[in-house]
């Protein structure tokens, strides 16, 4: 049987950048290389690159004499891989609480030091064969941004990432219980929306920055604290004026419709998102990019928390005791 290669044809000499350096033009020899856009493995081909793209994909005949190839005839050759939901500079236990991990995160952690552990993240994604990701905040004053381009500039390997910059949320953005006095911490992960005119200017603020796309919190679960249509229709217009896209973190089928209704690109997790919703969201071409929420993953979550076997029984009422 043929062994298996998951990764894009760059991530085979990702760890050539010396090579890559001095050879502009390379080729790989793929025993088997699926097309995914036709859903069938094709024998035998070769894959031309210059730089970093790709120019073409031929028949092994077609090699030209005295060129770099990798030779990958025992494997079979797969297309990058995406990850549409990311947050490489931000990492949890699952045995730790959420807001009181973020504040030390944010108190106790340089920016340097977060830095480069979604450094090292990124490259974990690239060399799983994951080469492009959408990263959606919990990233600091766009350290995110700034990681992007570090890989972009060749300074540090990673995949490409699309990068959105600080989450735009209503009043504590994801972390409950900080006092009032010490709000300013919040504003060290989350840009604070206090009115569609304040939305307006965040997304202005985002654009001097260059991110990639706009990320807001339709609702703040557990902080219990939602932007309104008003305010979301504010960040939605202003970032369409710059071609920018706007998701939106959904949790409750409330705030999801409130997003859709103020006319988002995108719903993120939509855990309860309701039959109507769904419907609406494919009349109005909003995508939906699920995050796993299943009972078998947060029985492994459980058990990695600590959690006895019986206290898995609020995944299934959770959510609904937070829409009442």
Not at 123 to 148: F, H, M, P, W
Not at 207 to 215: E, H, R, S
Not at 260 to 267: H, Q, R
Request: aromatic share 8%.
């Amino acid at each position: 049987m043929l062994k298996t290669l998951i990764f894009l044809f760059l991530v085979v000499f990702s760890s050539q950048t010396k090579l890559m350096g001095q050879q502009k033009e390379m080729y790989i020899k793929a025993g088997l290389l699926y097309d995914s856009k036709n859903n069938t493995l094709l024998k035998n081909k070769l894959i031309q690159i210059q730089g970093s793209k790709i120019i073409s994909v031929g028949e092994f005949e077609s090699l030209p004499k005295n060129k770099q190839v990798v030779d990958l005839t025992e494997y079979t050759v797969l297309p990058g891989l995406i990850d549409a939901h990311t947050h490489v500079l931000f990492s949890q236990e699952a045995n730790e609480d959420f807001a009181a991990h973020s504040i030390q995160s944010l108190t106790m952690e340089s920016d340097a030091l977060r830095t480069l552990r979604g450094a090292k993240r990124a490259k974990s994604y690239l060399e799983q064969g994951i080469t492009s990701i959408k990263d959606l905040g919990n990233s600091g004053l766009y350290l995110d941004v700034a990681l992007r381009d570090a890989i972009n500039e060749g300074t540090i390997e990673g995949p490409r990432i699309f990068a959105s910059g600080p989450i735009l949320a209503a009043n504590g953005g994801q972390i409950y219980g900080v006092l009032p006095g010490h709000q300013n911490i919040i504003d060290l992960e989350y840009r604070i929306i206090t009115s569609p005119e304040d939305g307006k200017n965040a997304v202005r603020e985002h654009v001097n920055q260059n991110v990639d796309l706009i990320k807001i919190c339709a609702d703040n679960i557990p902080n219990r604290t939602y932007l309104t249509v008003d305010e979301i229709k504010a960040i939605v217009e202003t970032a369409h004026t710059y071609n920018l896209k706007v998701t939106a973190h959904s949790v409750t089928n409330r705030s999801a419709w409130n997003a859709i209704e103020a006319g988002v690109d995108g719903i993120e997790h939509g855990f309860n998102i309701a039959d109507s919703t769904l419907a609406k969201m494919a009349e109005q071409q909003v995508f939906l990019v699920p995050t796993e929420n299943s009972k078998s993953y947060m029985a492994t979550y459980t058990k990695l928390a600590g959690y006895a076997d019986d206290e898995i029984d609020w995944v299934d009422s959770y959510y609904f005791q937070i829409e009442r």
